[in-house]
């Protein structure tokens, strides 16, 4: 008695089926804000070390569904993985993720590997079928990686920058090697995406995290072209959710780029997105992350007006509008998943 | 032979006055991106030392002045000035600067001092009176200072952080703790900015560089009323710009502020702004910062599209939409310059 993918409540929303309730989940739901994963990560040794080893990858992931009871379990892992992957030396400390040798030529580009999957992010394939083993049947399993253009920006700053100028600069003083960079990377992301399908993703989730940096302008120059050809080569018999943070000014641009979803940056109101662009795409979203350090009853006053913003239109799944702070107390997550669950009665 | 202040172009562009042509500046004009201005800061040891030696403040700032012609000179000092005359230890080093002894007890925001500007930032009132002395008689005065909301995020966290959790933490768990810091902040705001104008600034800019980071409801709940506060407090006989990094989803708000001028970031598309608020406020900006990474062909090709979009439009100062990087070629800010200049012919 297995439950089938399209039967699954995140899949329905995203296929912008009627549903009695939409389905939550949250960005950066395994985290450090919880006690079970912390004790993991103790034990692991670190965070890269976490993602290599699929049992604790595994454990963490499904963490959240069994603390919470969300309707959507996603892997855990970094959007970096890919970069990893095509030989750049990639570091985690107290500061966060940082490439010591970030890339500022196009010999460096020449050199980033071809990525074949299952040889060098085989513990991607095998975290994900130990997740599914063990997932509800009614919980579905989501992929995700990093778009183009926000693996460029890391890889030319080397670091999560605050201007990406050093980006900047090489993509309008040396477009070409830009441009060679961003099919390198369009075509490693698309193959770890069809990758994480082929092992039990039913969602996938482009995270562009740095593309809202961009005027309107640049971006479609520069990075919708590259997520196009991504979001082409993956085609929608999986569904694809695209994330921009910081994106509210290119909302009609990511809409055009033919993802089943849009995830929404808790900026940008969820009842007019609805009502300018609900009959083409799902929207996940939004509730500001920061909200959740209030207290529970607060966290439920504000979802709970999310949902009456959303007016149960069908293509809802509710999330925030962008990952869970690390301070976050976890009964204020709990509150936040019981106002989906409550629509239901 | 002096010029009054309401006949130089910056202000009367911020009185919406029809012009030949749109006055130029840029945020952060005095800069390292100039050698001159690292020679300054070579000479004085560091940044704060620049800030506090008026007659090094005051050359950075007519730096610009002399090298591009610009319209406004903008006093060289930092936003955060303000919290270290209230009592904070602030420390400039590689990372940018920090408070090492962030507020977050009642008891810290009440020992914060009220300041007089005079005795605590006379190093100001002397820097401004140096630059106006050598100032070109056309050229405008700029005075500014941070806004409440972003000088409390500064102070909460103690430092620049993504995500100001701990202030976010602090504005919904110790709401009167909040509110008791927004208001002394507002205060010594406000008599910063008239000190300024007192002496000799003749536009001031109030940057509220993280108010972007709120939603609409919580920016209307926790920031604007402060930001109203100064506005109200100094009146309009001095115009007033209101700069919002990220802020194109308030920028109703903004403008309700009160303020003569919206310094747009460059993600607004401007021409859209002006048909929305063009009769209401002037509004600055906003070539993204970024272009001048480019070529000064390409930085005049965009600069041109901008002034056609705005299309002369009464209103319009010509300026970035966020603060020069230190990687700009100064022959990029030329051409920027001249972009402004080569209308009125």
């Known amino acids: 008695m297995t439950m089938r993918s399209e039967d699954r409540l995140l899949v329905r929303a995203l296929r912008r089926e009627v549903l009695p ?20 990560r103790q034990k692991a040794g670190g965070f890269l070390e976490m993602i290599r080893a699929p049992e604790h990858a595994a454990e963490v992931t499904l963490q959240p569904v069994r603390r919470f009871g ?22 985690f400390d107290e500061h966060g993720p940082s490439f ?19 040889r060098a992010m085989g513990f991607v394939g095998e975290a994900l079928r130990r997740v599914r083993r063990e997932l509800p049947d009614e919980t579905a399993l989501v992929g995700f990686c990093g778009a183009p253009f926000t693996l460029a920006a890391y890889a030319i700053e080397g670091q999560g920058a605050k201007s990406f100028a050093a980006t900047r600069a090489m993509l309008y003083r040396d ?5 060679a960079l961003m099919g390198k990377l369009a075509t490693v992301v698309a193959r770890h995406l069809h990758y994480q399908i082929a092992h039990g993703a039913e969602a996938v989730v482009l995270f562009d995290t740095w593309a809202g940096t961009l005027g309107r302008d640049d971006y479609l120059r520069y990075a919708a072209p590259w997520t196009r050809a991504v979001l082409n080569e993956l085609g929608g ?37 609805f009502e300018r662009f609900g009959e083409r795409v799902a ?6 992350p920061a909200a959740l350090l209030a207290t529970p009853d607060e966290v439920t006053r504000r979802t709970r007006a999310l949902l009456d913003e959303v007016a149960g239109r069908p293509g809802h799944v509710l999330n925030l509008g962008h990952g869970v702070f690390k301070e976050t107390d976890p009964e204020c997550v709990a509150a936040f998943v019981r106002c989906a669950k409550e629509r239901e009665r």
């Open 21 to 40: 309730r939409p389905p939550v989940w949250l960005m950066r739901q395994a985290g450090r804000y919880l006690p079970e994963y912390r004790a993991v």
């Open 70 to 91: 969300v309707d959507a379990a996603i892997l855990f892992s970094d959007i970096l993985v890919p970069l990893e992957a095509m030989g750049m030396h990639l570091v």
């Open 100 to 118: 010591p040798e970030p890339l500022r030529s196009r010999a460096a580009i020449d050199a980033l590997r071809d990525v074949d999957p299952e």
């Open 175 to 179: 477009t070409s090697s830009f441009e």
């Open 237 to 273: 018999a999986t569904p694809r959710v695209l994330f921009v943070h910081g994106g509210d000014h290119l909302l009609d641009d990511l809409v055009n780029t033919g993802a089943e979803a849009i995830a929404l940056d808790w900026r940008t109101p969820i009842g007019g997105a």
């Open 283 to 288: 929207l996940q979203g939004n509730l500001d």
